[in-house]
T-cell receptor, first 112, second 114 residues
Framework: DAEITQSPRHKITETGRQVTLACHQT?????MFWYRQDLGHGLRLIHY???????NKGEVSDGYSVSRSNTEDLPLTLESAASSQTSVYFC???????????FGPGTRLTVL | GESVGLHLPTLSVQEGDNSIINCAYS??????FIWYKQESGKGPQFIID?????DKRQGQRVTVLLNKTVKHLSLQIAATQPGDSAVYFC?????????????FGGGTRLMVKP
């Protein structure tokens, strides 16, 4: 069955380190999204992509970057992790010109 | 700024009763709304959606009502079951280019008492 997966599911890192979170979908969806979820803020959009080589900033993009070299993957990179980036990160995807986004299981990131 | 929000952070209901979860939105240009269910340790799961040209849409045990006049939508769950216990989010869609931007509300936790 087609699905969307994230890895790792849990990650602990130190302030200043570079961290990359993986997102992989097998639906062949054009659109992919990264969100972070924090208590009191719900889900907030970090970056999104409408296709290969396309990336766009979301509401809370500072300190994060993404790249889209193929349809299936949208890795999220924290160039220099900060404690404020401790959160649960969700990846989502949707078909071109459709609205419903399908979410992965999430990655819990702790920055010490 | 414009936002999507929820009236009640926690809703506790008895098993078998009906549940109603409310959501207010402020962007009158939004034309599509989705309800998501999120269980502990999992990602949000699509439940039901509704477009702005509709007032009501029904699914299996769930109904979404949209009142554009007061910018309010609700999720009704019939015969609530313990498996319905989760956090429920409403989200609005603002059409943009080839993909649509989701703006989420803060969530309501539904607790089902046996």
């Amino acid at each position: 069955d087609a699905e969307i997966t994230q890895s790792p599911r849990h990650k602990i890192t130190e302030t200043g380190r570079q961290v990359t979170l993986a997102c992989h979908q097998t639906w062949n969806h054009n659109n992919m999204f990264w969100y972070r979820q924090d208590l009191g803020h719900g889900l907030r959009l970090i970056h999104y992509s409408y296709g290969v080589q396309d990336t766009n900033k979301g509401e809370v993009s500072d300190g994060y970057s993404v790249s889209r070299s193929n349809t299936e993957d949208l890795p999220l990179t924290l160039e220099s992790a900060a404690s404020s980036q401790t959160s649960v990160y969700f990846c989502a995807s949707s078909e071109l010109y459709t609205d419903t986004q399908y979410f992965g299981p999430g990655t819990r990131l702790t920055v010490l | 700024g414009e936002s999507v929000g929820l009236h009640l952070p926690t809703l506790s209901v008895q098993e078998g009763d009906n549940s109603i979860i409310n959501c207010a939105y402020s962007n009158s240009a939004s034309d599509y709304f989705i309800w998501y269910k999120q269980e502990s340790g999992k990602g949000p799961q699509f439940i039901i959606d509704i477009r702005s040209n509709m007032d009501k849409r029904q699914g299996q045990r769930v109904t979404v009502l949209l009142n554009k006049t007061v910018k309010h939508l609700s999720l009704q769950i019939a015969a609530t079951q313990p498996g319905d216990s989760a956090v429920y989010f409403c989200a609005e869609i603002r059409a943009q280019n080839a993909g649509n931007m989701l703006t989420f509300g803060g969530g309501t936790r539904l607790m089902v008492k046996p």
